[in-house]
């Protein structure tokens, strides 16, 4: 056989290989490329996951106050809502209704104080001052007062009550309410604050 006809047949068969690994090269890229493709999609779909609940308590100026539920992300004015809104006497100035709550919080919604009464108003009419109260608010006299009586005056206990009482009865009446310093126990303090309380 001629040289030139070995060498074409030889070409022939090295074109049949090179084309038929042409083809599985293709087939073999196209399947490793929609392997690729189907392993990124499974991967990029999550499984959808249930949204998250936060439980917090409300207590103060609502219509229902108590413990709800609610998205986890939810603010307090959603928490108040929840509890029928807010009542006519909440003060919200004093509630930041925009805060995100936390599981677990707790949010107190403060009332309003009531206004104090501006100072020209009229006072309200005072009740005149009974005997039982005259009596009381009257001046003892330590020349006859008992010792029970003695004892309501500042610094006087039962010990000092009964000083004065003996001290009375062993050297008669005080002429003067500061003769009351004369009794052991009373000096300059305890007079000064008994003083006004006392007569003779």
Do not use: H
């Amino acid at each position: 056989m001629p040289i030139y006809k070995k060498s074409l047949i030889v070409l022939s068969v090295l074109a049949t290989v090179g084309a038929g690994s042409a083809v599985y090269n293709a087939y073999s890229t196209e399947d490793t490329a929609a392997t690729k493709a189907a392993v990124s999609v499974e991967k990029n779909i999550a499984p959808e996951k249930e949204p998250t609940k936060i439980t917090v308590y409300v207590t103060g100026a609502v219509n229902n106050p108590g413990v709800v539920t609610l998205a986890d992300g939810a603010r307090a004015a959603d928490a108040a809502e929840a509890c029928g809104g807010f009542l006519p006497t909440a003060d919200l100035e004093k509630v930041n209704l925009a805060e995100i709550l936390k599981d677990g919080k707790q949010i107190t919604v403060p009332t309003k104080e009531k206004e104090a009464a501006p100072p020209d108003a009229p006072k309200p009419a005072t009740k005149p001052q009974s005997a039982k109260t005259s009596k009381v608010n009257a001046k003892i006299n330590i020349n006859t007062a008992d010792e029970a009586e003695l004892e309501k005056l500042p610094g006087v206990g039962p010990v000092t009550a009964k000083k004065i009482v003996e001290y009375r009865n062993n050297n008669g009446k005080f002429a003067d309410i500061e003769d009351i310093k004369k009794v052991r126990g009373i000096g300059e303090g305890r007079f000064a604050k008994m003083k006004d309380m006392i007569e003779t």
